[in-house]
């Protein structure tokens, strides 16, 4: 770090990494006669002002949930319309992000995934090399089948124990969850960063994803800011 840099992350009130569950979208929609698709839509267009509050406010990684491995037991015709955003938005989307001083990776399993995919992610992760914020897209993201994951790598490393495991997490180069944001009016984490959840402050509202706004976002962060946060001591 430059010596004339202030470290934000050593300011206990600015959470160093918050996780987004993106909910909301298909209601957003059909409250406008629209179909879900369109939903979607404009929830790929709020990722960029959302996280370019965070960033602004001195979060260091974003983490977006984006598509959950149960996604894909929609009907066809959604996951088809969420690949298919996929393909179309997501350089145009990590290019933006990358001006705001990101890099952007991917949590989830890629092995099944259309190569096409898993080629535009490598692309997109390549972009901002050198940036020093990032924000983590959980796509075909699961949290139980990446403990597992990770549990089957510390095995085979031949030493299990907490530090072991979080090197196997999808997560393991980024800063510790402080911080977990739902929007959409449901009150569960749905296999969302479950391991890396276990000291975060959860934060729930009513507003759906599309509508969620740098406001709203803001006034999470000035609660967090505001939360006693103590870690299982007194
Ligand atoms: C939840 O809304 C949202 C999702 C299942 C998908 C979120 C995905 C995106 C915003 C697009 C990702 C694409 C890129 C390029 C990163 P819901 O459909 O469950 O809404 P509902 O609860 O109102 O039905």
Redesign the pocket.
């Known amino acids: 770090m430059k010596s004339d840099a202030v470290d934000i992350s050593a300011d206990a009130r600015i959470p160093r990494h918050v996780g987004i569950?993106?909910?909301?979208?298909?209601?957003?929609a059909?409250s406008r006669h629209l179909p879900?698709a369109a939903?979607?839509r404009a929830?790929?267009k709020?990722?960029e002002p959302i996280v370019e509050c965070m960033l602004d406010r001195g979060v260091r990684c974003v983490t977006?949930?984006?598509?959950?491995t149960e996604?894909g037991g929609?009907p066809v015709s959604?996951v088809k319309s969420?690949f298919a955003?996929?393909r179309k938005?997501?350089l145009p989307?990590v290019k933006k992000l990358v001006v705001r001083g990101a890099r952007v990776v991917f949590s989830g399993e890629r092995e099944s995934l259309p190569d096409d995919v898993v080629k535009l992610m490598t692309e997109a992760e390549t972009l901002g090399d050198g940036n020093d914020k990032t924000v983590n897209?959980a796509?075909n993201y699961g949290s139980r089948a990446e403990i597992v994951r990770a549990c089957k790598l510390a095995a085979a490393s031949g030493e299990i124990t907490e530090r072991s495991i979080e090197r196997g997490l999808y997560t393991a180069d980024l800063p510790e969850l402080d911080m977990i944001v739902r929007t959409?009016g449901?009150k569960r984490l749905s296999n969302f960063l479950l391991y890396q959840a276990a000291y975060g402050e959860l934060f729930f509202t009513d507003t759906?994803?599309p509508d969620f706004s740098a406001a709203e976002a803001c006034d999470m962060l000035d609660e967090f800011a505001k939360r006693t946060r103590r870690f299982g001591k007194v």
Do not use: K, P
């Open positions: 569950i993106m909910d909301g979208n298909g209601r957003w059909t879900r939903g979607h929830g790929v709020n990722i977006v949930f984006a598509f959950s996604n929609r959604e969420l955003l996929f938005q997501i989307l897209i796509f959409g449901e759906l994803w």
